[in-house]
């Protein structure tokens, strides 16, 4: 591989070259270490027969070792001024295609369609962390379909991601990439891999699809209701926090019925259910009888 970017010399050569001025609005932090960007393309298990969506390619680095090792990379950048550098730098990679365009604004299905015939995708990226959630809930509810999301982000968010109840970091970001993926954190990284330098600590979170959800909601979206109306008022019991939400038609006396259904007292606190409890929680309100 010519001009190996993973290397900081060969990055700030092309920074100069171009002049390029990092540009904070668009979370850019590129990856200087070449241990890291391994332990992303190994932790993803790309392979020659996989498609890779890339969000936020920025010089082309990662992008470079996806392109050794996978069959096709698509990969979608916001910033203009990155376009020219991506043309130079990916030049010896037949199997890659940039894409000028905001992920938020890209429909991936079309994507996924257009360049693998609708067959899962894998994503892996060094995300902008200013949109991880939406990015990641973006991928999860349009039903894209996918292998598994391998991702640089904040620290504090591949927490959020993995844990459950009991933990201050639990909420409905846990539940939501749960109810989707098996989350598996697989590297803390550290400041000094990147360029310009986070002030945040990083980790790379793989999250693998479940075939089939890990509990039966029969409606998902009454469910996800349930989640954000109790975590929304984080230090208010279940039963208030549902009540006080204009998301819950219930009655206050629905409300106690169900949380007392699971064998909860209407005192317990939304942070103390897990996903099943939030799906026993949506079916018995998806079965009152009106
Ligand atoms: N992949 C590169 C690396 O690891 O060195 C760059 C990662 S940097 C953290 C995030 C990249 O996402 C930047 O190149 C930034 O311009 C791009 N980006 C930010 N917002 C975006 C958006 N809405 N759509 C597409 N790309 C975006």
Redesign the pocket.
Known sequence: MQNK?GNPQN?IQIIQKYEFAF?KK???????DTHV?DKIILAAGVTKDDCVL??????????QYLAEAAGHVVA????SN?IPILKETLADYDNVTVIH??????DINELTQKYNGGRPIKVV???????TTP?IMGLFEGQVPIDNITV?VQKEVADRMQVGPGSKDYGALSLAVQYYAEPYIVANVPPNC?MPR?NVGSAVIRLTRHKNPPVSAQDPGLMFRLIRASFNQRRKTLQNGLNNSPEVPYTKEQIISAIESLGLSPSVRGEALNLEQFAALANYFTNIKE
Request: hydrophobic letters at 50%.
């Open positions: 970017l990055t540009q668009f979370g850019q932090n590129f990856l200087i960007l890339e969000i936020g390619p920025g010089i082309g680095t990662m992008t979608v950048e916001i910033d990155l365009a905001d992920i938020l604004k890209t990226a060094n995300l902008p962390y200013y949109i990015i640089m990147f986070p």
